[in-house]
């Protein structure tokens, strides 16, 4: 018994939090379609690069994962900009670089294989990064929580 609690923790507390904004088309559409996009990007290059026949392999699976992590928490949530116009950039040096050179190869290719994303890609390319949300006064907060009670 003791032994199956000491198994499970040290996982429990790698495991990354689940991602749930960007599976949440409804209240999520922005973030739901770039995470479309980009994984329709992924499987282009992955297929055209790397020969993989379906799906993707490990390396461009741990990058599509990671992607879908950073998407998720987007400091700028639905009003995001595209990653490219970003003025966080939130990826690690690693990570930014190869979804560069996926995208760079992928991109031009989205227009013949998913014109519609391809499209929506470019017009939110367009639209410049918005005013970082401002972070809620810890004083104002917890008078609010206060004043609740
Ligand atoms: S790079 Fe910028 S836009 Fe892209 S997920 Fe990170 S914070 Fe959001
Ligand atoms: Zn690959």
């Avoid at 297929?47 to 400091?75: E, F, I, K």
């Avoid at 990653?83 to 031009?108: D, F, L, Q, S």
Wanted: aromatic share 4%; charged share 25%.
């Amino acid at each position: 018994m003791n032994a199956d609690t000491h198994d499970t923790a040290p996982a429990a507390a790698n495991a990354s939090p689940p991602t749930r904004k960007v599976h949440d088309r409804a209240r999520h559409p922005r973030l739901a379609r770039e995470l479309t996009t980009i994984g329709a990007m992924a499987r282009i290059y992955c297929r055209d690069v790397h020969g993989t026949a379906a799906g993707l392999c490990a390396p461009c699976q741990a990058l599509m994962d990671y992607a879908t992590r950073r998407l998720d928490r987007c400091v700028f949530g639905d009003d995001k900009p595209t990653c490219a116009n970003c003025t966080v950039h939130c990826y690690n040096a690693e990570n930014r670089e190869a979804v560069r050179t996926m995208m760079r190869y992928a991109g031009p290719r989205m227009l013949w294989r998913h014109p519609f994303l391809a499209i929506a890609h470019v017009v939110d390319g367009r639209r410049p990064a918005p005013a970082l949300p401002k972070a809620k006064p810890a004083k104002a907060a917890a008078s609010a929580d206060d004043n609740g009670r």
